[in-house]
T-cell receptor, first 113, second 113 residues
């Protein structure tokens, strides 16, 4: 039972344009959401997070939007750079009790120079 | 600060053999996690430790997998005996507490022949 879904396995974007990565979840109890970036042969690296009490969080070129009613979040990267090419994982968790992260299957972003 | 250290990076064994992985978390991180990432999927939590106690091992196949964190610092994950479906990347992560973003090591890629 996949509680966090990333329906686009891949995305290609021109350098300088916006990249939008999407994520949907089914468990309405999730209250904390994270994005991780993964390069080949490396572990995932934490990128940005958002609590369910917010609908937007920004960190430099990266912005995460949360739509709780739609159980949907997205990661915007503006402007996209070739170094952003990686696999991006969306993850969700409950902040009470065990902090078990539920991951999506990932979206491979390719930024074309 | 030094990141999460894992060894070995790669391991190839035959089915029914045993294997062990080692993880040293970031200094001061009380919470340690082991994840299994099968090709094409997101990481799946196997076990979570808080100091040297187990918080969640509900997804750990206990008939063949075991993990320990005896002194509340480094940890080992063992598989005995291995099955073909255990081929995956095993990721270790740590966090200051259960409510902080998790930091991942580069993982151990296990291949079962």
């Amino acid at each position: 039972d996949q509680q966090v879904k990333q329906n686009s396995p891949s995305l290609s974007v021109q350098e300088g344009r916006i990249s939008i990565l999407n994520c949907d979840y089914t468990n309405s109890m999730f209250d904390y959401f994270l994005w991780y970036k993964k390069y080949p042969a490396e572990g995932p690296t934490f990128l940005i997070s958002i609590s369910s009490i917010k609908d937007k969080n920004e960190d430099g070129r990266f912005t995460v939007f949360l739509n709780k009613s739609a159980k949907h979040l997205s990661l915007h990267i503006v402007p996209s750079q070739p170094g952003d090419s990686a696999v991006y994982f969306c993850a969700a968790t409950l902040q009470t009790g065990a902090n078990n992260l539920f991951f999506g299957t990932g979206t491979r972003l390719t930024v074309i120079p | 600060e030094a990141g999460v250290a894992q060894s070995p990076r790669y391991k190839i064994i035959e089915k029914r053999q045993s294997v062990a992985f080692w993880c040293n978390p970031i200094s001061g991180h009380a919470t340690l996690y082991w994840y299994q990432q099968i090709l094409g999927q997101g990481p799946k939590l196997l076990i979570q430790f808080q100091n040297n106690g187990v918080v969640d091992d509900s997804q750990l196949p206990k008939d063949r997998f075991s993990a320990e964190r005896l002194k509340g610092v480094d940890s080992t994950l063992k598989i005995q005996p291995a099955k073909l479906e255990d081929s995956a990347v095993y990721l270790c992560a740590s966090s200051l507490s259960g409510y902080q973003p998790q930091h991942f090591g580069d993982g151990t890629r296990l291949s079962i022949l």
